[in-house]
């Protein structure tokens, strides 16, 4: 899990240029992780590099959806909040998440401020299952 | 709870007041006590006063912190998340609610590293805490 962490993040990274505001990534990680002619940087694509299971490809809400089996506590595959966290926040990925980019906390977290409650960005996944993909 | 968190908004400001300039995560290392401290004249600092959490709780009506000897975990024993007021919303209250007009996020930029750091190896956010200042 930590490997899939690990490359997800640069890979978010090198495909956000300049400075990350919260308001340039309303919907969190399909935000910044999306494809350009440069690069194809969506999470789907960084599934595949990594061998992950093929329920990463067919979760709707991103990371919501995640959750199925990565939820804090009892996630068989380890908890979100952790893989994220550790792989925005240590070396050699925190240099460019913090200081090249400016991430931080609201890159990928919203405050309610009629609740208090601090959220988690999310948006719909933006790649069609491979099942229905053309051939 | 309302009324209550009014209360603290004015308390989280006056601390706010205290500081100089946008907040870096280094610059409160220690979290609240970092920011809520006695602000003298000549300290350089942008107001003066004593906005330590104390004396201006004990201006809200809030009970006397006598048992708390670390700011903020120990307010915990009466603000847990089980509460009725967890500390977390009343904290994330004061300082978001109406971000627009709150000097928090107008003035201070609204870091959530300010009051929160990262265990990066562990993968967890954590609460900066210190020893009480009064």
Known sequence: ?135 | MRNGIHALALITAAGLLVVSAVATADDYPQGCVDCHRISEKGSGLRYEGDFRIQPLLAQTGHRWLKKIKTVPNDCTKCHSDDSDLPLATIVHLVHFEKPEANVYTTEFGGKCANCHAMDAPAGEALVKSGPKNW
């Not at chain 1, 919260?22 to 694509?45: F, I, K, W």
């Not at chain 1, 490809?57 to 506590?73: F, M, S, Y």
């Not at chain 1, 977290?109 to 208090?116: E, I, R, S, V």
Request: glycine share 8%; charged share 20%; with cysteine.
């Open chain 1, 1 to 135: 899990m930590m490997r899939v962490a690990r490359i997800l993040a640069p890979a978010l990274l090198t495909l956000t240029g300049g400075i990350a505001l919260a308001d340039d990534y309303p919907q969190g990680c399909v935000s910044c992780h999306v494809a350009t002619e440069q690069q194809d940087m969506r999470l789907n694509v960084i599934f595949d590099h990594i061998e992950h299971s093929m329920a990463g490809q067919r979760t709707l809400l991103i990371p919501t959806g995640c959750a199925r089996c990565h939820a804090d506590e009892k996630g068989v595959g380890g908890a979100l909040s952790k893989l994220i966290h550790r792989s925005h926040y240590t070396d050699p990925v925190q240099k460019k998440f913090i200081n090249e980019f400016n991430g931080d906390c609201v890159s990928c977290h919203k405050m309610d401020t009629d609740t208090g409650q601090a959220e988690i960005r999310s948006g719909k996944r933006n790649w069609q299952l491979r099942i229905l993909s053309a051939k």
